[in-house]
């Protein structure tokens, strides 16, 4: 059974995940994106970056996108701005 979160997951997805589901601008691939995976306050999950951030209420994952060397990919999200919140919250769920 999929829950809820997997199946707007998939469908995001699907969209596509290189441009903020909220203003609809791509995510500038030419350096590194802080991406953030989340439901709004209409429940809607998004995926957005930058100022579209402040429109999560739900934040359900952190992420990275653009141009970045793959073997730095966990220092680069420690830099994420919700890292911290994110594994607070994370380890509060388990
Ligand atoms: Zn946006």
Same mark, same amino acid.
């Given at each position: 059974?999929?829950?809820?979160?997997?199946?707007?997951?998939?469908?995001?997805?699907? !969209?596509?995940? /290189? &441009?903020?589901? @909220?203003?609809?601008?791509?995510?500038? *691939?030419? %350096?590194?994106?802080?991406?953030?995976?989340?439901?709004?306050?209409?429940?809607?999950?998004?995926?957005?970056?930058?100022?579209?951030?402040? !429109?999560?209420? /739900? &934040?359900?994952? @952190?992420?990275?996108?653009?141009?970045? *060397?793959? %073997?730095?990919?966990?220092?680069?999200?420690?830099?994420?701005?919700?890292?911290?919140?994110?594994?607070?919250?994370?380890?509060?769920?388990?």
């Amino acid at each position: 059974m999929k829950t809820t979160y997997e199946k707007d997951l998939a469908r995001l997805n699907k !969209k596509g995940t /290189d &441009v903020c589901s @909220i203003c609809h601008v791509p995510f500038d *691939d030419d %350096d590194v994106v802080y991406t953030v995976f989340g439901y709004n306050r209409l429940g809607k999950l998004q995926v957005t970056s930058g100022y579209c951030i402040d !429109k999560i209420v /739900d &934040v359900r994952l @952190i992420g990275l996108c653009g141009e970045f *060397d793959p %073997d730095r990919f966990n220092a680069y999200l420690r830099e994420h701005p919700l890292y911290e919140s994110f594994m607070k919250k994370k380890a509060a769920l388990m």
